[in-house]
């Protein structure tokens, strides 16, 4: 096996022979995890300690961010499973106590009120539906919310919610979670 090539800020990748085959001379102390179905025989290695930035390099190591949501229960308003699993690890990684996904607004028990959550990112339609009522139910509970959404109209937002932060998508992760701690009081603007 060739020695793995080593790239700065992100993770070493090395070719595997053959399906289940045992990888020999990893670099000591090294984490690391197969990717099947994706890239079948692929390993990546960790060459940063922690990574906790997806596969796209530890850029939060090197910026050194404090865990922004320590601790607060958010609510996830999005109807694309893959983007909502990204929100819900980012939010995890950054101390998040609970994240709590909605794909639907049928989902939720308006029952027990909006209490329970501490933030919410707010996707602007969820299967082709405005969730602009709900926005207006978190602001009227003093639930403290981010628009997440790719959609296009943001002097609509702008009117409606103008105190609130529209992050476009695509967005980074960093831009979402400073976001979202922004919006709670736990950063400050920039």
Not at 8 to 37: H, K, M, Q
Not at 167 to 187: F, H, M, Q, T
Request: charged content about 25%.
């Amino acid at each position: 096996m060739a020695e793995p090539t080593l790239w700065p800020d992100i993770s070493t990748l090395l070719e595997i022979p053959a399906p289940g085959a045992v990888v020999e001379n990893a670099p000591r102390g090294s984490r690391f995890r197969a990717i099947t179905g994706c890239i079948a025989g692929h390993i990546f290695f960790n060459d940063t300690e922690p990574n906790t930035a997806h596969d796209c390099g530890d850029r939060r190591s090197r910026r050194h961010v404090p865990p922004l949501l320590d601790g607060l229960r958010i609510l996830v308003l999005e109807d694309e499973f893959l983007i909502a699993m990204d929100v819900e690890q980012l939010c995890r990684d950054q101390g998040a106590a609970d994240v709590t996904i909605v794909r639907d607004l049928a989902e939720i028990d308006l029952g027990h009120g909006l209490s329970s959550f501490d933030a919410a990112i707010v996707d602007l339609m969820l299967g082709g539906v405005s969730t602009l009522d709900f926005a207006k139910r978190l602001r009227g509970e003093g639930v403290p919310f981010v628009f997440a959404s790719g959609y296009s109209d943001a002097e609509e937002i702008e009117g409606s919610f103008p105190e609130i932060r529209l992050v476009a998508k695509p967005y980074s992760g960093d831009d979402l979670i400073e976001a979202v701690a922004l919006a709670c009081g736990r950063a400050k603007a920039a």
